[in-house]
């Protein structure tokens, strides 16, 4: 069965508190993203990686950080720099993050709150 | 920025008529898709136009693209309760990196039964 999960799918955490979010893939997709929704927003990249051991920075990447070790997980770290973090996290994936093959897949989300 | 904006920001319609989203954007592309998202729920990809396409379809869906006017719509033909949803068009762009996704705004379909 294949395709992308997130996990948890509600996190509460309390400020100054770093917290990581799950996201693992089993679509062989060379390419993961990390957006960020807020209510009534559309989504913003935090981060992106289109290779293992590789990965860039997106619009809002302030406060974040992500690694990708396997091809298969790309976990983002909501840090305790990041001033305002409760919102909707969405990982997605892509075959290739070149035009031709972009077509994205999405997990479920993460909802993120801090108390 | 590239964020596209769509308009309307919500829509609400009767069960069987025909519901009719825009989408504009800013700089060049390299394709511009739409996607659903059910609420609290992640995104699904339901049609992509390439920068030399002028018109798609896929079922009751019928996607334009006007590079000219760097606009898109999205039409959803005799809509049902189940197509209660937001509607986000993402454009492709080819940056210094590589790839990036730029997601608009939304606009939220109510259809009422």
């Known amino acids: 069965d294949g395709g992308i999960t997130q996990s948890p799918k509600y996190l509460f955490r309390k400020e100054g508190q770093n917290v990581t979010l799950s996201c693992e893939q089993n679509?062989?997709?060379?390419?993961m993203y990390w957006y960020r929704q807020d209510p009534g927003q559309g989504l913003r990249l935090i981060y992106y990686?289109?290779?293992?051991?590789?990965?860039q920075k997106g619009d809002i990447a302030e406060g974040y950080s992500v690694s990708r070790e396997k091809k298969e997980s790309f976990p983002l770290t909501v840090t305790s720099a990041q001033k305002n973090p409760t919102a909707f996290y969405l990982c997605a994936s892509s075959l290739r993050s070149s035009p031709r093959y972009n077509e994205q897949f999405f997990g479920p989300g993460t909802r993120l709150t801090v108390l | 920025s590239q964020q596209g904006e769509e308009d309307p920001q919500a829509l609400s319609i009767q069960e069987g008529e025909n519901a009719t989203m825009n989408c504009s954007y800013k700089?060049?592309?390299?394709?511009l898709q739409w996607y659903r998202q059910n609420s609290g729920r992640g995104l699904v990809h339901l049609i992509l136009?390439?920068?030399?396409?002028r018109e798609k379809h896929s079922g009751r869906l019928r996607v334009t693209l006007d590079t000219s006017k760097k606009s898109s719509s999205l039409l959803i033909t005799a809509s049902r309760a189940a197509d209660t949803a937001s509607y986000f068009c993402a454009t492709d762009a080819t940056s210094n990196t590589g790839n990036q996704f730029y997601f608009g705004t939304g606009t939220s379909l109510t259809v009422i039964p």
């Open positions: 990686s289109q290779i293992v051991n590789d990965f």
């Open positions: 679509l062989n997709h060379d390419a």
């Open positions: 136009i390439r920068s030399n396409e």
């Open positions: 700089t060049s592309i390299n394709n």
